[in-house]
Every structure is written in C-alpha cells, then in structure tokens.
C-alpha cells in the first residue's frame, strides 16, 4: 500500500517563498510521475506542477516561473519550491503519484497554505 504524506505548509506573506515536501511509502518513488495539485474550498482541484519519471515537468500558468518541482529518488521525496507567492496560491496542496498512463493514483491528505497580504 503505498502512501504520501505531506509536509511544510503554513502561513507566509505575499511576495515570499516556501517548501513543500511530500514523503512516499510503501512503494520506490522510481518509476513513478509526481504531482502537485491544489485547491480552494468552493472550486474545483487544479494540477499545479507534474514530473515524470525521467524528469519532464509541467507547470500551470498561474505558477510557471514561480513554482518548481522537483524529486529525490533516493530519499523517496518529492518537492515544490514555491517563490513570490501571491494571495491567489493560497490553498490546500496535494500531492500525487502515478505510474504512467494510469492516472494519479495515490493521493496525500493535503497541506495548507495561506498566504497573507
């Protein structure tokens, strides 16, 4: 059973920066392609930053040049390095992995972020 759990949310002010980690059991994180997602209370979730296996990455445009996703195979870890952040990225972050052409199929409780202004 694989697990995700999420870690490094809190409150920052807008313009700074902060780390999210997202630490994987029960299962090698090679092999897998990792996301991170988000969403509002009242709206519907959105992928933020994904990366496959062989490190190609995606990012949203309400992020791209802000946001970077990353991974260390070897700690089973993944991470999102969050800069300049604004009022619109505050939300509760997810984390999810995926073998390739199955979906997200295993799913963090969430971490929240809130930035104040």
């Known amino acids: 059973q694989v697990q995700v759990v999420e870690s490094g949310g809190g409150l920052v002010q807008a313009g700074g920066s902060l780390r999210l980690s997202c630490e994987a059991s029960g299962s090698l994180l090679l092999g897998y392609s990792v996301s991170w997602h988000r969403q509002v209370p009242g709206k519907k979730r959105e992928v933020v930053a994904t990366?496959?296996?062989?490190?190609?990455?995606t990012y949203s445009d309400s992020v791209s040049g802000r946001f970077t996703i990353s991974r260390d195979d070897a700690k089973n870890t993944l991470y999102l390095q969050m800069t300049k952040l604004k009022a619109e990225d505050a939300a509760i972050y997810y984390c999810a992995l995926g073998l390739p052409g199955r979906g997200w199929s295993y799913w963090g409780q969430g971490t929240q972020v809130t930035v104040s202004s």
């Open positions: 990366m496959t296996a062989t490190r190609a990455t």
